[in-house]
Nanobody, 123 residues
Framework: QVQLEESGGGSVQAGGSLRLACRFD?????MGWFRQAPGQEREWVTT???????KYSDAVKGRFTASKDYAKDSLYLQMDSLKPEDSGLYYC????????????????????WGQGTQVTVSS
């Protein structure tokens, strides 16, 4: 079992920045961030593996940066140049089944989830 707890959400104007954090109590090879806007399906944002190699969705590439700090047992998502369409509930996810070379970019690829933190970007 892996416990995940997100923090750092809030409200910003378009063009602003936010940094999300996710505390974890166990290390796993694959971690990621997903988001869900009202009335829409949860979508993949980024995946980062044990070595710190990250992949991003086309919607956030070049604006978001994922990172890990094992000294603090935390995963981060730095979000810059935010747009109104980035608004939603952001979830931290982790998976214990894959190796660091098998990390997935879909919901089914993660078996542990946080409760989510709200991000609202106004125009």
């Amino acid at each position: 079992q892996v416990q995940l707890e997100e923090s750092g959400g809030g409200s910003v104007q378009a063009g602003g920045s936010l940094r999300l954090a996710c505390r974890f109590d166990k290390r796993t090879a694959c971690m990621g961030w997903f988001r869900q806007a009202p009335g829409q399906e949860r979508e993949w944002v980024t995946t980062i593996n044990t070595e710190g190699r990250a992949k991003y969705s086309d919607a956030v590439k070049g604006r978001f940066t994922a990172s890990k700090d094992y000294a603090k047992d935390s995963l981060y998502l730095q979000m810059d140049s935010l747009k109104p369409e980035d608004s939603g509930l952001y979830y931290c996810a982790a998976d214990s089944r894959w190796t660091s070379f098998q990390c997935k970019d879909l919901q089914a690829g993660y078996n542990y989830w946080g409760q989510g933190t709200q991000v609202t970007v106004s125009s």
